[in-house]
């Protein structure tokens, strides 16, 4: 019986399915992999194991016995402590209050200082390198720290609970790679030491490098376990992604290839963004790839003037224009349909015709007085385009379902007759057929000759929609797939970063 | 490993901007509106430094910073208690009603049970039942001056009075210093024996990040309900002060408190989001506003226009203390 074992975890976030029987084994002394594309499940995985995501099914045995994990509280009392991919730090309080928050040593209520001063020092002590002069900045609130040196404390926060399992969700993501060595050598220590280290992460290189075996999820399920002496980098890859043949995609539609560009952006840079070119033709769909967070999302902000740009031009149908502001951008001719609906896309409180004719008043007002006639003659056709659900367009937004609030998001700015749509997620957390429906909107759109930049964090609808895929790492796009290789297997590998697949 | 034995400059100069800019500043810009009320009063109120002035400016600063002390326990944790002022009114009712059949002693006990009572009920109604802590205590604060005047309906014959050796004590001196004055300091010795316990540091993790406090293992609902009963009982502590300087109880007095310890808080530099600050700032911005009614009274302005003034005086305290810590670059 392995050391740890998590058996038909199921979990379901509304109507998406992220986990179906997945299992996890590991065992004492051992640095275990996790592995998998976006959407796979693997935070959640992890997340149902620290206690902060609450599972619709699971079995969780540790050393044998039956653990009953409802909160991050009850994993500290399993012996399992976490490292996030967001800092669970307190930014006010001193790294020494960090590194022993919730476990602070207390006699009749009152903190022992020196105490807790001794063992924030003695764990950070194992750290040291990873400051500069090897000097621990017990003393400093973290909020003074470089984003490097607060991963630190936060993994040394999780060490100093001397747990039995260590998570390390992506830890390693913002650190420099001086600062990873002292981390993995932590990690070989506790290894050694007997704790099971689990490991999720994107980088195949750490995983190659500190990993004895490692769980591979696809879909939510279980791909497969491997020992990664034995593995191969695109073995690897094909786990996580699959051998099924998917259908091609638009790649090899090549009808816009004369069509003039109506989006052209060269240099582009903000603070996590560096070097963006691209170009964007009339009727063409070009997405944007790539792990979840690597920028894709800040560069249609960028665009659309919500995010600083710190250089780059950019041209809207020739015209130099580099939105300042969203208002601007609209002005401009652009249109963004974000990713968290409720608090960018929706006025939530608002009737569906207020939402839907909000961005295009002007276009509709005389001397800046409104017609009702005209705004819900406007609402109506554009709801009636979308095939939008609703009883009255009186109604309150939220009333409709998720697919149907898309719409709307989508709709109010098709009556602005945008030049280029920016659509950042757009089918998060909708249902399949709105989201046929959403695809269908987007081929009208370029059959209208509009431009369309696409985020998507789903593979297959980045690959089944896009005409070309700009694969995006760290802030830059590395790698731009087009005809042929419009394949789930180059998207993954160039997301990787791996050489070929 | 004693990594403190060789600090590098760079550490240093690290250390003292991040003391500056957390924290101390917002108090520095407390003192130093302490200075310029104090010295508008020595040049403009005439019997400013006798003192029977000093031990009633004292007197009743007591009542508003043991208020406004708690009060910042509660902003800490980033909640609100809107309903503080009725609290101390309901404990003083309470006090003094029951100091002939119980004894003093006994009274104050009940008191300060009503105190905390009040604020286990704030604090599970906004942190198990989860209404908005400024809707849930404004509604509880009629609650709190309803009870107050069942028990004490105004105007009753023969109303409770306080033991006489409470109220000549509390004008009283010891050692030339007022009694209010080493209440004060009492009150200041108390946030430093607070601030030690784990769960003052939980509150400030609370107040600072409740996702990630929670993640980390801190019991977050427990932390906030507890923060509005350390709220609670400071206001029963300010009753006794009220009761203590007036001698007998009025269910309608103590209602202004509550607007009056948020107005402390701001300009001791406390956030009102939470996380960060402290009751030495409260204490000081309580003094603060203190002066300045002193002030007005000073100036003797007509009765008519004297609220107007009082009002447009805290504003300016509080926009000159927001503004003076707001440069510190961010917000």
């Given at each position: 019986m392995a050391f740890l074992a998590m058996r038909g975890v199921d979990k379901r976030f509304g109507g998406v399915?992220?986990?179906?029987d997945a299992s996890l084994h590991a065992e004492r002394g051992e640095v275990h992999g996790l592995l998998g594309a976006n959407g796979s499940g693997k935070s959640t995985l992890n997340k149902i194991l620290t206690g902060v995501v609450a599972p619709d099914r699971v079995d969780i045995t540790i050393d044998g016995r039956p653990a009953a994990i409802s909160g991050p509280h009850d994993a500290h009392g399993h012996g399992v402590a976490a490292v996030y991919q967001e800092l669970s730090l307190i930014p006010d309080l001193s790294v020494t209050a960090n590194l022993v928050l919730a476990s602070e040593d207390a006699r009749l209520g009152f903190l022992r200082r020196r105490a807790d001063r001794e063992r924030a020092a003695e764990v950070l002590g194992r750290f040291a390198a990873a400051f500069p002069g090897g000097?621990?900045?017990?003393?400093?609130?973290?909020?003074?720290?470089?984003p490097g040196e607060q991963q630190v404390v936060e993994i040394a926060k999780a060490v100093a609970r001397r747990p039995n399992i260590l998570v390390l969700d992506e830890a390693t993501a913002s650190l420099y790679s001086a600062q990873v060595e002292v981390v993995f050598e932590v990690v070989r220590e506790l290894k050694a030491a007997g704790t099971l280290v689990i490991f999720p992460s994107h980088r195949l290189g750490e995983i190659f490098e500190l990993c004895d075996r490692a769980t591979v999820l696809r879909n939510g399920e279980l791909a497969g376990e491997v020992t990664l002496a034995d593995t191969s980098e695109s073995e690897l890859v094909e786990l996580m992604v699959g051998s099924l043949a998917r259908p091609a995609g638009r790649g090899h539609q090549v009808a816009t290839q004369e069509r003039a560009a109506r989006l052209e952006v060269s240099g582009l840079a903000t603070d996590r963004l560096r070097d963006i070119d691209l170009s964007v033709r009339a009727g063409e769909v070009v997405g944007l790839g790539g792990l979840?967070?690597?920028?894709q999302s800040e560069l249609l902000n960028a665009l659309f003037g919500s995010t600083r740009v710190r250089q780059g031009t950019m041209e809207v149908d020739g015209r130099p224009e580099l939105p300042r502001h969203p208002k601007r951008a609209v002005t401009a001719g652009l249109a963004l349909v974000p990713g968290d609906r409720t608090r960018e896309g929706?006025?939530?409180?608002?009737p569906i015709l207020e939402n839907l004719t909000v961005p295009s008043l002007r276009r509709r007002s005389r001397f800046g007085v409104l017609s009702h006639e005209r705004e819900r003659e406007a609402a109506r056709s554009a709801a009636e385009q979308l095939q939008i659900k609703y009883g009255?367009?009186?109604?309150?937004?939220?009333?409709?379902s998720g697919g149907n609030q898309q719409k709307v998001v989508v709709g109010k700015w098709l009556l602005t007759e945008p030049s280029v749509v920016l659509l950042d997620d757009p089918t998060k957390g909708i249902d399949v057929r709105a989201k046929q429906e959403l695809y269908e909107l987007i081929t009208a759109l370029t059959t209208d000759g509009v431009a369309v930049l696409l985020n998507s964090s789903d593979d297959d609808e980045l690959l089944g929609l896009s005409h070309r895929i700009l694969v995006f790492f760290e802030g830059r796009i590395v790698a731009e797939l087009t005809g042929d290789g419009l394949t789930a297997e180059r998207l993954v590998a160039a997301a990787l970063q791996v050489a070929s697949a | 490993m004693s990594p403190e034995q060789t600090p590098s400059t760079l550490q240093l100069v690290r250390d003292a901007r991040s003391w500056l800019l957390r924290g101390r500043l917002p108090v520095a810009t407390a003192v130093a509106l302490l200075m310029v009320t104090l010295v508008a009063n020595l040049l403009?109120?005439?019997?400013?430094?006798t003192a029977f002035n000093i031990r009633s400016i004292f007197a009743n600063v007591i009542p508003l910073a043991a208020v406004a002390v708690g009060q910042t326990v509660i902003v800490l944790g980033r909640g609100i208690d809107l309903s503080i002022g009725t609290i101390a009114t309901l404990s003083s009712v309470v006090t003094v009603s029951l100091v002939e059949p119980l004894g003093l002693l006994p009274a104050m006990l009940v008191g300060l049970g009503s105190g905390a009572a009040c604020g286990l009920v704030n604090g599970l109604l906004v942190a198990v039942v989860r209404l908005q802590p400024i809707v849930a205590t404004f509604a509880t604060s009629f609650v709190w001056s309803g009870l107050a005047l069942y028990v004490l309906p105004p105007g009753t014959a023969a109303a409770p009075r306080m033991p006489d050796v409470v109220v000549q004590g509390y004008r009283n001196s010891i050692l030339g210093v007022p009694n209010a004055a080493w209440l004060l300091l009492l009150i200041a010795l108390s946030w430093l024996v607070l601030k030690r316990t784990a769960l003052l540091r939980h509150v400030y993790a609370v107040g600072g990040d409740e996702q990630a406090s929670y993640a980390t293992g801190v019991r977050v609902v427990r932390v906030q309900i507890m923060t509005y009963v350390v709220g609670g009982t400071y206001a029963a502590f300010a009753s006794f002060a009220m009761l203590a300087n007036s001698g007998s109880a009025d269910a309608l007095a103590g209602g202004n408190l509550t607007l009056v310890s948020i107005a402390a808080l701001v300009i001791g530099g406390t956030r009102l989001s939470g996380g960060a600050g402290g009751a030495g700032g409260t204490i000081i911005g309580g003094m603060v506003l203190q002066l300045l009614t002193s002030l007005l009274v000073a100036l003797r302005p007509p009765t008519d226009i004297r609220q107007l003034i009082d009002g447009l005086l805290v504003i300016f305290a509080l926009a000159l203390a927001g503004l003076w810590s707001s440069r510190r670059g961010g917000r």
């Open positions: 399915i992220a986990l179906r000097n621990l900045p017990l003393d400093v609130p973290i909020g003074n720290l470089s979840a967070g690597q920028g929706l006025l939530p409180v608002r009255s367009l009186d109604d309150g937004v939220m009333t409709l | 403009i109120a005439e019997n400013f430094l």
